[in-house]
Nanobody
């Protein structure tokens, strides 16, 4: 049974930083694309960043490029999202996703961790 458990969300002031973590278990993800998506209240879910579990090759949404960094620790089965220079518009529920089929579709999802950026 695949489990993705996010942590690291919270309340931060604009300009601040947070690091999200996702603990993945239940299968191997070699060759799979893993990522982070987010959904703000009243808005559709949107792609944030993704990375190939084996080869790397990060990809980012234009809105976070240069501010967010996705990384992984294969030995620990951990996925991370370092978020710097946070803006109020980054406020959302952030989801860890495994085996992305497209930028918005994935086979496995975490429960989400809330990020709130105050102005």
């Amino acid at each position: 049974q695949v489990q993705l458990v996010e942590s690291g969300g919270g309340l931060v002031q604009a300009g601040g930083s947070l690091r999200l973590s996702c603990a993945a278990s239940g299968r191997t993800f070699n060759g799979d694309r893993m990522g982070w998506l987010r959904q703000a209240p009243g808005k559709e879910r949107e792609f944030v960043a993704s990375i190939n579990w084996s080869s790397g090759g990060p990809a980012y949404a234009d809105s976070v490029k240069g501010r967010f960094t996705i990384s992984k620790d294969n030995a620990k089965n951990m996925l991370y999202l370092q978020m710097n220079t946070l803006k109020p518009e980054d406020t959302a529920l952030y989801y860890c996703a495994a085996r992305l089929v497209t930028r918005l579709q994935a086979d496995y999802w975490g429960q989400g961790t809330q990020v709130t950026v105050s102005s």
